[in-house]
């Protein structure tokens, strides 16, 4: 069910008796399926990380861990106003521009090292991950166009597909290069989504808590 981006603080009215898009059933199982989903990744991808020598794959942890802290912070603001799901998204924003901060310095201490990552593993655990972003992706599509804590979930999941996708491409240039370079290249570009993404939630978010225009009476927000 998508509803009106809140770029502006204000918000769709419904018709008398139809939940609110953060209030939907659907959207708060659809939080907890990509919880589960998203901590068992973690775990998955830290050690075919570890085990692999990639830097993708550990960035992609990392990103599976910090999406799922951040559906967990949305479940804990979902009945609040919307300035506090607004500062929620805020919390996340800066945390997907700092994580994309921490992958461009890792990826900086790899290429210094000069060790070269294990492709098949790389192949194997990104395709894993992939259709298990794939599916959230999907799963949270209808709210997309909510409010800046939504749009925050629904980027993540996003990036996240997009980047499983690029580390396999990764894992083919490292199997055919024996070369470090692909793997590094993903992380950076991995590490530009995050900061492309968190800069947009903060500036929505942002948005939503400035006060209303002088004369005009504030919004009450369900």
Request: charged share 10%.
């Amino acid at each position: 069910m998508a509803c009106t981006c809140h770029s502006t603080g204000s918000t769709t009215t419904a018709a008398p008796g139809t939940p609110q898009p953060h209030t939907d059933p659907r959207w708060r199982r659809a939080l907890w399926v990509a919880l589960v989903v998203n901590a068992v990744m973690f775990v998955v991808e830290l050690v075919a990380g570890w085990r692999s020598g990639s830097v993708s794959l550990l960035a992609d942890a990392i990103d599976f861990a910090g999406d799922a802290a951040n559906y967990g912070l949305s479940l804990a603001v979902l009945s609040m106003a919307l300035v506090w799901r607004s500062r929620a998204a805020l919390i996340k924003g800066l945390t997907m521009f700092a994580y994309g901060l921490f992958v461009l310095g890792k990826a900086a201490w790899v290429w210094h090292d000069g060790a070269v990552p294990e492709p098949w593993t790389m192949g194997a655990v990104g395709l894993l991950a992939l259709l298990a972003n794939a599916g959230v992706a999907v799963m949270l599509y209808a709210w997309r166009e909510g409010d800046a804590n939504m749009r925050s979930v629904w980027l993540c999941s996003r990036n996240d597909a997009l980047s499983n996708i690029a580390v396999m491409l990764a894992a083919g240039g490292v199997l055919g290069t024996t070369s470090a370079w692909p793997d590094l290249l993903v992380a950076v570009t991995m590490a530009a989504l995050a900061l492309s993404a968190g800069l947009s939630v903060v500036r929505q978010a942002r948005a939503e808590l400035q006060p209303p225009p002088s004369g005009q009476p504030a919004t009450q927000h369900p």
